[in-house]
């Protein structure tokens, strides 16, 4: 039986998407089926940025340091920027342009300059070595980069044939950006954009290895962007409905996730243009800085990977701050431990909230709410309305019947156009008829709760970041003494799940852990090394096809980690 508040989020969005009202649905064509849209999103993203720009002009927008910038002054820059990439960079219209750079105010910036200059934001993971960089850049064919001192130094003798350009983002903007403004006209006229033109490519760990680049049309962002509005609109009128008065606190988040990532991206960066968001930067996660953050900054809303929220329950300091202004305690990117559920809503003012989705579907999914989420915190909630089709299906890509197990599809407008350059993965991803296969196993109960159970994809998710075991096995194998490597999650309080591996070596000494990790330290990114490694003295055990056991393996090696952490 629905609860209270399902019943009136469904009214309340009933209420929201229909006719004359301000989510109102229509419609749009994609692998031969009928897909709801917002009609009353912008097209494209250059329009919603002018659109709410304008309507939030002397708004406070981003908070970096002593920095403080109101929705005209990003904007003037951005225009400034996109007219400089034009005449002066030479970008043209669907030209890939990466950013690999720690968050900052000419992050968001040069990301809004290259959209509305016609140019494909293509987000590079800023936690990338070297080999990784290369690698993402050259796959999805950048011709220019727009790069921090620290990454800049990490590509610097690759020989790339993309153009590099560093901007010293730890600078005041204006500093930051001189140079790449001073090389073109800041009067260039502006290319047409539609919203069926390519506008972001976002890398996504999956279970085979190097990162693929997911690109999305300008009508799956906005289309995204709108989906996480009405959410939010349906939580303000509920509140309204029930008394709740209003808050006199202009909206605001930290932005404490990477904005290579899609929930950054997506729900924190890009929706605060539609309500008037105010984001406080933080480069770098500290829970204590955050803390002071929300206290000083009146923070209403916060959103990180579970491990955040758990970070700000056991600070010792927590009590120095007032953290009363902050309304929601959100998390995405993986599962929050059912116990830490239970403790924000006894120790924190602020309510538990959790969202399930993915790079590919523009991070629109699932969500779980508040009283729904204490009744059932072990679910990754409904689907998100109104443009969700959840399903959950077998190996054929048939729906199971409610209750049993199989992989969760999700099917929207919002969904990623391809991988780029792959047309056989994207086909691999996606069914017949539109469903995007998310690699996770799950089901629904009678309400419509979401429960994941299980991972068909080969990965670890460590703190919210995705990690692909073949990619770390591959890097394993670049060492000459690692005969056999298999690579798998352990179970870790902190972060979830952390990467462990079993390696077999071609000689008994010929490499020690320390040695190994080292190693690994200079070929991929530092989360990605495995936390514990195994050395076996014999060969790995092999399944009937010759591939390693790897689920023998990997319940042994939990196992014993189990032991060991019970033993300390």
């Not at 020989?159 to 010293?168: I, N, P, S």
């Not at 349906?234 to 290579?260: E, H, K, R, V, Y």
Request: hydrophobic content about 40%.
């Amino acid at each position: 039986m629905k609860s209270e508040l399902d019943l009136k989020m469904d009214a309340t969005m009933a209420a929201l998407t229909g006719e004359g009202g301000p989510l109102a649905l229509g419609s749009t064509e994609r692998f031969g089926r009928t897909l709801p849209m917002i009609t009353g999103a912008p097209p494209t993203l250059p329009a919603y940025f002018a659109h709410y720009s304008q309507q939030h002009a002397a708004t406070e927008f981003l908070i970096a340091g002593d920095e403080r910038l109101t929705y005209a002054d990003v904007y003037g820059r951005a225009q400034k920027v996109a007219a400089a990439l034009v005449s002066g960079h030479g970008v043209a219209k669907g030209d890939r342009v990466g950013i690999a750079a720690r968050n900052s105010t000419s992050w968001i910036v040069l990301y809004m300059g290259i959209l509305m200059a016609g140019g494909v934001a293509t987000l590079l993971n800023g936690w990338w070595q070297s080999e990784e960089l290369q690698a993402g850049i050259e796959d999805v064919g950048c011709t220019l980069v727009f790069a921090d001192p620290p990454r800049c130094q990490r590509i610097a003798d690759l020989g790339l044939a993309a153009t590099v350009v560093e901007f010293d983002d730890l600078q005041p903007i204006d500093t930051a950006l001189a140079p790449i403004i001073a090389k073109g006209d800041t009067a260039a006229a502006l290319p047409t954009v539609g919203p069926d033109d390519h506008a972001t490519i976002l890398f996504t760990s999956g279970s085979t290895g190097q990162s693929k680049g997911a690109l999305s049309t300008h009508r799956q962002v906005t289309q995204g962007v709108f989906n996480y509005l009405g959410s939010a609109l349906m939580m303000l009128a509920i509140g309204a409905q029930d008394g709740t008065p209003a808050s006199p606190l202009q909206p605001s988040t930290l932005l404490n996730l990477p904005l290579f990532h899609v929930t950054a991206e997506v729900p924190v960066f890009l929706q605060s243009f539609a309500i008037g968001r105010k984001l406080v930067l933080m480069p770098k996660w500290n829970a204590e800085e955050a803390m002071r953050l929300m206290d000083q900054e009146k923070i209403t809303y916060f959103v990180g990977v579970p491990l955040m929220s758990f970070e700000i329950l056991n600070h010792p300091n927590r009590h120095k701050y007032d953290l009363s202004s902050v309304a929601d305690f959100a998390a995405g990117g993986a599962p929050r431990p059912v116990d830490h559920v239970n403790r924000i809503e006894k120790e924190l003012e602020g309510k538990p909230l959790i969202g399930y989705g993915l790079t590919e579907t523009n991070g629109v999914g699932t969500g779980n709410w508040r009283t729904n989420y204490l009744a059932k915190p072990n679910s990754a909630g409904r689907p998100s309305m109104p443009l969700v089709d959840l399903a959950i299906l077998d190996d054929a890509g048939a729906p199971v019947a409610q209750g049993e197990r199989g992989e969760v599809a999700i099917r929207s407008v919002a969904c990623f156009q391809e991988y780029w350059g792959k047309p056989d993965a994207t086909a691999a991803a996606y069914t017949a008829d539109g469903y995007f296969r998310t690699g996770d196993i799950g089901y629904l109960d009678e309400d419509g709760y979401l429960f994941i159970v299980d991972r068909k994809k080969d990965i670890i998710i460590r703190g919210g970041e995705n990690i692909s075991c073949q990619e770390v096995e591959d890097a394993l194998y670049l060492h000459p003494d690692v005969a056999e490597a298999a690579v798998f999650g352990l179970a870790d309080e902190k972060y979830g799940e952390v990467p462990g591996a079993v390696v077999h070596l071609s000689k008994p000494g010929a490499v020690s852990v320390d040695e190994l990790c080292a190693f690994l330290g200079e070929h991929i990114a530092a989360f990605k090394v495995p936390q514990r490694i195994w050395l076996a003295d014999e060969a790995l055990p092999r399944l009937g096809t010759e591939k390693i056991d790897k689920v023998t393996l990997r319940t042994k090696y939990r196992a014993l980690a189990a032991r060991e952490a019970a033993a300390a």
